[in-house]
């Protein structure tokens, strides 16, 4: 009797479920790969980024087309929880917090769907970028950025500068556009009806181990350490790389003079992996290579000079100026570049930076305290002039770009110096810090050797090297540089376009670096932690080894142990040249002194204090969820076998005897 109950309840159950599963699996359960996540990074006392609950986030898809969609997911819709995806155009940080205030939202996908051409603006950083940094930064906490703010206030402004609550990912991909899409007006509408049906829906992981602040997760970090090594999160960093023109001597030179040419190494962006910091970062960078490499040729005729010049490219500068901080740091120690070899402050006679330079007529200074009269802008000036580049002054005694020479004058303000960049009183470019700050924003073709055109950014960027690079000598030398001397426009291509095209590039090749492009196809400037060098770092490296590397006569295994008794040089084999290189390219560490000093409180804001959090898997899979009326069913169907189990398992102990006759049984329970 009771068998064929159970059997019943057992076919019951077994019936309509596999009915009901079949449905679901035939119709999908999958992974949406090409998606990137927004992560979570810390300062000294808060958390900034998106995270997911431990095991992600489940939610109803809903397309939102206009804001009639928006606001019918915030009003009272029929589902518990909905994942969002929109448009670039309602992805405003003003909608963002209205569902991140809301308790039915439980993620965001943002699907870029216009053509790349028809975006015009997106910037998800700050107004004021670095604002607590800097001057801005104790002791001197001047606000740099009044009246009008450097980063053009938008509806996207300030997104990266915030926690949400929600996880939050990119997606360009048509294919899975079309699969989110497809998937939402087959199972999702009408809305109306949504409880009586299977529903599409996403889930979302992108679980972030680090929370509340770098104080806190660090703290955590140590505490695991001794039971089990568990890190939270970690500091942001990575490498400052530097080469001066004429190597530093052995011997110290405490009263040289020296010009920095500086520029930045890193950008950001609101999207793990998808940094490609053109404008803000690519065109000074290159640049600065440019000059430098000019420089170095034309100095490497003349042995006497009045003052060296040491070009540096700054990393982390985008999470108060990591980088530079660190050199300022080590400089006040005397530890900069060689604790036998320092360069303090005071030997700093002029500090130029390369800030955002597009392709422009009129590049604009900023400089703090205005040297009417320096004779280095004057002649900088005239011979811009002479390629149809004009140099205005965009400078206010109040207002001052962020930038690493930010760093110097927080500590010394009687630094002279100048930032050219290819914006006045705001920035320009309106993809600051942000995905699309691609070569289009910059717009860059890649020749691959047929002609470059004169008004192209090539020519502007080697134009504009080649001014630097006679004013520069003209300040090393007291002498006037060989007129005939210029920037090579076909080496600026093709360094172009490998930092802001693809690493698979003919000057990556020629400077002996190979890229695993399965893994690295362009480069991306987000600074990363400091574990892995990124692969901005690395080409720098090679570039200025290339660029800046003196041929010498030896084999390949005289090369390698080669030292130079009277410099800090460093020789290298080339395996494309088949020679040996020596070069006083070196790189000292970007991170932050809030991570060296073993007592410094993370709070403080005095330095750096940026980690990022560690997660362990992050994905979206797309699935179709049972409807509301079959999952009550499956509730109550298990209810019943269950109560059903316990009453059939109670009648059949209280008949066993009748029902299974074990004789031995029950003469054993008799003695
Ligand atoms: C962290 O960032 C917040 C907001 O940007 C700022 O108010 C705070 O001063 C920062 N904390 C530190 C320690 O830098
Ligand atoms: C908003 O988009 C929906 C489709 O998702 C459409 O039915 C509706 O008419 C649109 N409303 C407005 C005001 O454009
Ligand atoms: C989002 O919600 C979380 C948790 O409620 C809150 O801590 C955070 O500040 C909110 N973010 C914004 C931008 O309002
Ligand atoms: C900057 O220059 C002023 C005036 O020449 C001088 O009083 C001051 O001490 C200098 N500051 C530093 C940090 O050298
Ligand atoms: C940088 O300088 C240090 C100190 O002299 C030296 O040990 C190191 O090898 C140098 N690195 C390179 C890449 O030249």
């Given at each position: 009797m009771a068998n064929v109950i159970l059997f019943i309840a057992c076919c019951f159950v077994g019936l309509c479920t596999a009915e009901e599963t079949k449905n679901v699996h035939d119709k999908m359960y999958m992974m949406l790969e090409a998606t990137t996540p927004c992560v979570l990074r810390l300062n000294g006392s808060q958390s900034f980024g998106c995270t997911s609950s431990r095991n992600g986030n489940v939610g109803v898809i809903h397309l939102v087309h206009n804001s009639t969609d928006f606001d019918w997911v915030l009003?009272?819709?029929?589902?518990d929880s909905y994942i969002l995806a929109l448009n670039l155009d309602m992805f405003s940080f003003e909608n963002l917090k209205k569902l991140n205030d809301?308790?039915?939202?439980s993620g965001v996908l943002l699907m870029q769907?216009?053509?790349?051409?028809?975006?015009?603006k997106f910037s998800p950083e700050d107004t004021c970028p670095n604002r607590y940094s800097g001057l801005a930064g104790p002791p001197k906490r001047k606000n740099t950025c009044e009246p009008v703010p450097w980063n053009p206030k938008t509806?996207?402004?300030?997104?990266?500068?915030y926690k949400w609550k929600m996880p939050i990912f990119f997606t360009k991909d048509n294919a899975t556009i079309t699969k989110v899409e497809e998937c939402y007006s087959r199972f999702n509408v009408?809305?109306?009806?949504?409880?009586?049906r299977s529903l599409c829906a996403l889930k979302m992981s992108a679980h972030m181990?680090?929370?509340?602040d770098s104080t806190t997760c660090i703290r955590r970090s140590n505490m695991a350490y001794s039971i089990n090594p568990i890190r939270f999160c970690d500091p942001l960093g990575d490498d400052n790389v530097w080469a001066p023109v004429v190597p530093f001597s052995?011997?110290?030179?405490?009263?040289r003079k020296y010009i920095i040419v500086a520029a930045r190494l890193d950008s950001n962006s609101l999207?793990?992996?998808?940094?490609?910091?053109?404008?803000?970062t690519a065109t000074s960078l290159v640049t600065l290579l440019s000059t430098a490499h000019l420089l170095f040729q034309l100095t490497?005729?003349?042995?006497?000079?009045?003052q060296n010049v040491l070009f540096i490219l700054f990393n982390?500068?985008?999470?108060?100026y990591i980088g530079s901080s660190r050199v300022v740091y080590d400089m006040n120690l005397g530890q900069f570049p060689f604790p036998e070899h320092p360069i303090r402050l005071?030997?700093?006679s002029l500090f130029v930076e390369l800030s955002?330079?597009?392709?422009?007529k009129s590049v604009m200074y900023h400089t703090?305290?205005?040297?009417?009269?320096?004779n280095f802008l004057t002649d900088f000036t005239s011979k811009a002039a002479t390629f149809g580049i004009t140099i205005n002054d965009a400078s206010s005694n109040s207002h001052f770009p962020p930038a690493s020479f930010q760093s110097f004058l927080a500590k010394n303000e009687n630094i002279s110096g100048f930032v050219f960049g290819?914006?006045?009183?705001?920035?320009?470019?309106?993809?600051?810090?942000?995905?699309?700050?691609d070569a289009a924003n910059v717009n860059y073709t890649y020749t691959d050797n047929s002609t470059i055109a004169d008004d192209s950014l090539q020519a502007f960027v080697a134009n504009f090297s080649t001014a630097l690079a006679r004013s520069l000598y003209r300040q090393m030398t007291e002498k006037e540089a060989d007129g005939s001397s210029v920037a090579d426009r076909r080496l600026v291509d093709e360094m172009l376009h490998c930092y802001v095209?693809?690493?698979?590039?003919k000057f990556a090749n020629d400077s002996d670096y190979s890229v695993d492009l399965r893994h690295y196809p362009q480069l991306d400037y987000y600074v990363g932690v400091r574990r892995s060098l990124s692969q901005v770092t690395l080409l720098t490296r090679h570039a200025l080894v290339h660029l800046l590397g003196r041929s010498v006569n030896a084999s390949k295994d005289e090369c390698t142990n080669r030292?130079?008794?009277?410099?800090?040089t460093h020789s290298y084999w080339s395996d494309v040249g088949n020679r040996c290189l020596e070069s006083a390219m070196n790189a000292t560490d970007a991170v932050s002194p809030a991570f060296i000093?073993?007592?410094?409180?993370?709070?403080?804001?005095?330095?750096s204090s940026w980690t990022e959090s560690v997660w362990q898997n992050i994905d979206v899979r797309i699935f179709v969820q049972p409807s509301p009326g079959y999952e009550r069913l499956v509730f109550v169907v298990g209810n019943v076998v269950l109560v059903t189990s316990f009453v059939a398992i109670y009648w059949i102990k209280r008949n066993s005897r009748e029902l299974f006759n074990y004789p031995h049984l029950m003469t054993a329970s008799n003695i």
């Open positions: 009003g009272s819709p029929p589902m809301s308790d039915r939202i769907k216009m053509p790349r051409k028809d975006i015009v509806i996207y402004s300030s997104i990266s500068m009408p809305l109306e009806t949504q409880l009586e181990f680090g929370s509340v052995r011997t110290p030179e405490p009263n999207f793990y992996g998808l940094t490609p910091g053109a404008l803000s490497s005729s003349s042995p006497t000079i009045k982390g500068e985008a999470y108060d005071e030997n700093i955002q330079l597009r392709n422009d703090l305290k205005s040297p009417a009269t320096s290819s914006y006045g009183s705001q920035f320009t470019n309106r993809f600051y810090h942000s995905l699309y700050d095209d693809s690493t698979d590039c030292v130079n008794p009277s410099q800090y000093q073993a007592d410094y409180d993370l709070a403080a804001g005095v330095y």
